[in-house]
């Protein structure tokens, strides 16, 4: 138990490999920052009584071949898995986003995302969305099998330069947003 108390520890200052010497995570898998705030009015999407106060993570780096589950706290990229959304890039073919079991759906351009808009729009896309698709400031929402709802908003990709292909996200996470039954047709229509 002191081991997993000591390593908590040691993880929560920001130690282990991908840190430099001020203690802060580097690289292409540095750590977003994280700014919980609570909505500000209701149509920031916030549902009655402002039950659902969104988690904010600015700047999140999603190398290649890396994953983000929506769950976690902090949001953080994992290796491999391919959990709630991922990032794959082949060569000339580009990058794409990708999914298993998280509903996606590509707001239109210009469109605010917000909670209601995420639950309510069922425009949801196959496997994938291209990166080519994309430009600074478009928004998709991903909804998980959990019941965590998802804005995503596409800040950038790595200059062609770089060392490794990854994109800058900005994500806002509602937890327990779908409620159980919403979330029993999610359930329902992958089983189909």
């Known amino acids: 138990m002191l081991l997993v108390a000591a390593l908590a520890g040691h993880l929560g200052r920001g130690g282990g490999s991908g840190t430099g010497e001020d203690g802060k995570r580097t690289g292409p898998i540095a750590t977003a920052s994280r700014e919980a705030t609570a909505p ?22 999603l190398p290649d071949g890396y994953y983000l589950k929506f769950s976690d706290q902090p949001l953080m990229p994992h290796e491999s898995n391919y959990d709630d959304l ?21 707001l239109d351009q210009g469109e605010q995302g917000s909670l209601d808009a995420c639950k309510q729009d069922t425009r949801y896309l196959p496997q994938t969305i291209s990166v080519s698709r994309l430009s600074k400031g478009r ?52 089983v189909r």
């Open 139 to 190: 928004q998709f929402c991903a909804i998980t099998q959990d019941g965590l709802v998802a804005l995503v908003t596409f800040q950038g990709q790595s200059p062609s330069t770089s060392a490794s292909q990854y994109v800058t996200l900005d994500i806002t996470i509602w937890r327990d947003a779908v409620p159980g039954g919403e979330q029993l047709g999610l359930q329902l229509e992958r």
């Open 40 to 61: 500000t009015h209701p149509s920031d999407g916030s549902s009655a009584g402002g039950a659902h106060k969104p988690e904010t993570y600015k700047k999140v780096k």
């Open 86 to 106: 991922y990032l794959m890039c082949g060569g000339t073919a580009g990058c794409d986003f990708g999914h298993y079991n998280t509903k996606l759906v590509l």
